[in-house]
C-alpha cells in the first residue's frame, strides 16, 4: 500500500458499533426473574406455615399426654354421719347403714362412749353382719397425746403403749396410732378433748368377703372431720372472765354476772315457769356454788369444767333446770332452765359448749 495512503488510516482499529438490547428481551428476562421471586416466597411461607403448625400440634400432643389423670375420691358420693354432741362427722358407703349408740357409765366418769354399728342388713350363719368403732371422748387436761398414752400399761401383760403419729383429721389438733393397745386404736386431739377410735371386726361384713374390713374403716376415718360450733359465735368479755355464746342467745341484765334467754323464749309471768325456749345464767364468786339446793335432782354428772371438779345436775323443783357447778376451790355456777327435761336434754350440748368457752382471768 502507498505509504501516504497507510498515513491516512486511523492508528487504532474502528470497533464494530454495540447492538442495543431488544425491548422485547428484557421484558421477558423481569417477567421470569419475578415469577422466581414469587414462587420462592411462596414456598418458604408455605415451609415456615406448616412447620409451625407441626411443631404447635406436637406441643399440644405433649401436653395432653402430659396431663396427670385426675384421681377419683372414692367417698366422693358416700353418707355423711354426724354427731351434734361433739360435733364431728365421717362418711360411708350407701350399701351399709350406721347405728350410733351412746354411752356413760358411773364407774368412769368424764368419759362418753359412742358405737357406731355398719350392716347390710343380711345374715350370715343366722347372724346380723356387722362391724364397727367405738369413739371414746375424754378431756385432754391440758395434756399432749404423748405425754398422756406413752408409756401407760396396754391391758395386754406387761407391755406399754407407744405412741406413733399419724396425719390429723380436718379440725383435730394432733393425732396418732397406740402401739400394743389392740385393734389400731387411734386418738385425736381436738382442744380440749381426746377422741379414740377403737374398731371391732367381722371380716364377713363386706359382700366381697375377700375385701379387707380394716381397708375400709382407713377410708371412712380419712374422711373423719372436726368443726368449731363456736366459730361463728358472740363474745361477752367483763372484767373477769369471758366466753362465747350462739347469735340466739340474747344477753339479760340480772344480778347475776351475765344472763341469757333464746329468741324463743316465753314463761307464765308466775315463779315464772318457763313454756317455751330457755334461760341460762353465770355465777362468779358469788358463792352460790358452795349452797347448792338439790331438791328435785334426777340425775347428776362429774365433769371437769374450768380447771377444777364440777358437777352437772339436773334438777326437777319448782322448774326444770340444768346445774353446772364446781367442787373446788372456784366458786362459779353456770344453769339453765326450760320447759321440759326433754327440752334441757335438746339444749345440753349446745349449753356444754358455751360453758367450755368460759375463761377466767
Known amino acids: 500500500m502507498d505509504p501516504k495512503l497507510r498515513s491516512q488510516l486511523p492508528q487504532n482499529p474502528i470497533q464494530p458499533p454495540l447492538e442495543n438490547p431488544s425491548p422485547d428481551g428484557a421484558l421477558r428476562f423481569a417477567k421470569y426473574l419475578w415469577i422466581f421471586l414469587v414462587i420462592l416466597v411462596g414456598t418458604t411461607v408455605i415451609g415456615s406455615t406448616a412447620y409451625l403448625l407441626n411443631r404447635n400440634q ?209 314463761d307464765d309471768h308466775g315463779m315464772p315457769l318457763i313454756t317455751s325456749g330457755f334461760a341460762a345464767w353465770f355465777t362468779l364468786n358469788k358463792g352460790y356454788s358452795k349452797n347448792i339446793n338439790k331438791l328435785g335432782l334426777t340425775k347428776s354428772e362429774p365433769k371437769d369444767w374450768l380447771g377444777v371438779k364440777a358437777e352437772l345436775d339436773t334438777l326437777n323443783y319448782e322448774g326444770k333446770r340444768m346445774l353446772l357447778s364446781t367442787t373446788g376451790i372456784i366458786d362459779a355456777t353456770f344453769s339453765m332452765g326450760a320447759a321440759s327435761i326433754e327440752a334441757l336434754e335438746k339444749y345440753k350440748a349446745e349449753f356444754l359448749s358455751v360453758a367450755d368457752t368460759i375463761k377466767l382471768k
Open 58 to 266: 406436637a406441643r399440644q400432643i405433649s401436653t395432653v399426654q402430659s396431663s396427670p389423670t385426675p384421681t377419683v375420691d372414692p367417698t366422693a358420693n358416700w353418707k355423711t354421719q354426724t354427731n351434734k354432741d361433739y360435733n364431728f362427722s365421717f362418711r360411708y358407703s350407701s350399701k351399709f347403714t350406721v347405728k350410733e349408740e351412746k354411752k356413760t357409765y358411773k364407774e368412769v366418769p368424764n368419759t362418753t362412749y359412742y358405737d357406731y354399728t355398719f350392716s347390710t342388713g343380711t345374715l350370715i350363719q343366722d347372724q346380723p353382719d356387722f362391724s364397727g368403732f367405738t369413739i371414746t371422748v375424754t378431756p385432754t387436761k391440758g395434756k399432749t397425746i404423748n405425754q398422756t398414752f406413752s408409756g401407760a400399761p396396754s391391758g395386754f401383760g406387761d407391755s406399754t403403749i407407744s405412741v406413733s403419729s399419724i396425719p390429723p383429721a380436718q379440725g383435730s389438733d394432733e393425732a396418732a396410732k397406740l402401739i400394743n393397745a389392740g385393734n389400731a386404736v387411734r386418738v385425736y386431739r381436738v382442744g380440749e378433748n381426746f377422741f379414740q377410735v377403737v374398731t371391732f371386726q367381722n371380716y364377713n361384713l363386706l359382700p366381697d368377703k375377700s375385701d379387707d374390713v380394716m381397708k375400709y374403716f382407713d377410708q371412712i376415718l380419712s374422711t373423719l372431720k372436726f368443726t368449731d360450733p363456736t366459730a361463728n359465735w358472740k363474745t361477752f368479755e367483763n372484767s373477769k372472765f369471758t366466753m362465747k355464746y350462739p347469735s340466739n342467745w340474747i344477753p339479760q341484765a340480772s344480778e347475776f354476772d351475765i344472763a341469757f334467754r333464746s329468741t324463743d323464749y316465753a
